[in-house]
């Protein structure tokens, strides 16, 4: 069975950083994309960025330039280390990758981690 553990979320002030990790495990054979999104109160999930296998990155506008996706394919690990940090920027963030496991290939998430960003 595939799972998504996301980790690195908590409290922090505006203008910090925080560096968010989402490792894969599982009988996985391949991770195509791996990527992102965003739930604050209130509002639609949204994307924050995704990666590619090769490495090519998106990000949604408001993230570009403070936060950087890379992963890591050795270890099916994912991050996303943002700075800068706004008290918009609080919402739950959500792992998200297409993988290709013993079941076939599917889209998986995290249950996600909370990120709070005080004024």
């Known amino acids: 069975q595939v799972q998504l553990v996301e980790s690195g979320g908590g409290l922090v002030q505006a203008g910090g950083s925080l560096r968010l990790s989402c490792a894969a495990s599982g009988s996985i054979f391949s991770i195509n994309r791996m990527g992102w999104y965003r739930q604050a109160p209130g509002k639609q999930r949204e994307l924050v960025a995704f990666i590619t296998s090769g490495g090519s990155t998106n990000y949604a506008d408001s993230m570009k330039g403070r936060f950087t996706i890379s992963r890591d394919n050795a270890k099916n690990t994912v991050y996303l280390q943002m700075n800068s940090l706004k008290p918009e920027d609080t919402a739950v963030y959500y792992c998200?990758?297409?993988?290709?496991?013993?079941?076939?290939?599917?889209?998986?998430w995290g249950k996600g981690t909370l990120v709070t960003v005080s004024s």
């Open positions: 998200n990758a297409d993988i290709v496991a013993g079941i076939g290939r599917m889209d998986y």
